[in-house]
């Protein structure tokens, strides 16, 4: 069965950083990318970046580059997001999904809250 | 960077009726790399089509995909309870990949 765990909620300063972890059933990695989306209160889905684990290789959108940075560690069949320079508007649900095109298997969502 | 737009933003509707959504992209999606997602409440999307009109897996017949280019549909047959829900488009043909803004369909 395909699985995607995701680390707890966080509540950070800002300024600061987060880090999400997904941790995927095993195999994933060998097939698939692994994206990242968020999803702020009462609003839409946004793409963030995503990791292609077989090569190490992510590539972000516009919006986040320099700000993001998504890997994965194939050893332990997890993906990680991690956001710098937080904002109040970084508040958000983060969600990872498997994607072969499409996505296709989703986490259940890690909630971060930036909050002074 | 390709724009989706969604329309209508809200269907009012009851159960047994059609609901047809529209997702309008700003450019072509080449290969119609065009995807649907329902969202409720307190959860995760769920694929519902992918390709613009093929069903992912589990999916009912009920839930039909159509369009290519520029102009996509998602059609629901009819309407059950558990259909009320948000609806997004996804284009992944190009980077980044876009959401539109979604439609929500309610009970009327």
């Known amino acids: 069965q395909v699985q995607l765990v995701q680390s707890g909620a966080e509540v950070k300063k800002p300024g600061s950083s987060v880090k999400v972890s997904c941790k995927a059933s095993r195999g994933t990695f060998d097939i698939y990318t692994i994206s990242w989306v968020r999803q702020a209160p009462g609003q839409g889905l946004e793409w963030m970046g995503r990791?292609?684990?077989?090569?190490?290789?992510?590539n972000y959108a516009p919006r986040f580059q320099g700000r993001v940075t998504i890997t994965a560690d194939k050893s332990t069949n997890t993906a990680y997001m991690e956001l710098s320079n937080l904002v109040s508007e970084d508040t958000a649900v983060y969600f990872c999904?498997?994607?072969?095109?499409?996505?296709?298997?989703w986490g259940q969502g890690t909630l971060v809250t930036v909050s002074s | 960077e390709i724009v989706l737009t969604q329309s209508p933003g809200t269907l009012s509707l009851s159960p047994g009726e059609r609901a047809t959504l529209s997702c309008r992209a700003s450019q072509s999606v080449t290969s119609n790399y065009l995807a649907w997602y329902q969202q409720k409440p307190g959860q995760a999307p769920r694929l519902l089509i992918y390709?613009?009109?093929s069903r992912a897996t589990g999916i009912p017949d009920r839930f039909t995909g159509s369009g290519s280019g520029t102009d996509f549909t998602l059609s629901i047959s009819r309407l059950e309870p558990e259909d009320f829900a948000v609806y997004y488009c996804?284009?992944?043909?190009?980077?980044?990949?876009?959401f539109g803004q979604g439609t929500k369909v309610e009970i009327k």
């Open positions: 999904a498997r994607t072969y095109g499409a996505f296709d298997y």
């Open positions: 990791i292609i684990p077989i090569v190490n290789r992510g």
């Open positions: 996804q284009q992944y043909s190009s980077s980044p990949q876009t």
């Open positions: 390709g613009a009109s």
